[in-house]
């Protein structure tokens, strides 16, 4: 597969395969390697600790530094609206906050 995503010009055909075993790595993935659940809080801080990123960076998502404080200490479940910010902010999908 990496060959074939590397490569500069692939053929209709090579697309397709490459395609195909996308969808199955990914269901093979899905069947063996199951994901640790983690909390909002948590995964928020990790996102935030890859990217370098502060409290005060997520203002836009929260709108106060006192919401951004407690949704990112647990004290506070995110509203929709800041799941789908931070999804976007992350590109992530939403669902790694509910």
């Keep these: 597969m990496e060959e ?3 490569k500069d010009d692939p ?5 397709v ?8 790595i ?3 993935d899905d069947g063996h390697h199951e994901l640790p659940q983690t ?5 928020i ?5 890859e990217r370098n990123l502060k ?3 997520l203002l836009p998502i929260f709108g106060s530094c006192s919401v951004a404080s407690d949704v990112i200490n647990g004290k506070r479940e995110p509203s929709k ?15 790694l906050f509910l």
């Design 17 to 24: 395969l490459s395609a195909m075993l996308s969808v199955l």
């Design 4 to 6: 074939l995503d590397f």
């Design 26 to 28: 990914q269901n093979y």
């Design 81 to 95: 609206a800041h799941i789908r910010k931070l999804a976007d902010f992350f590109h992530v999908p939403a669902d």
């Design 55 to 57: 409290q005060s960076d």
């Design 45 to 49: 801080r990790l996102l935030m600790e």
């Design 39 to 43: 909390t909002t809080d948590r995964a």
């Design 11 to 15: 053929t209709p055909e090579e697309q």
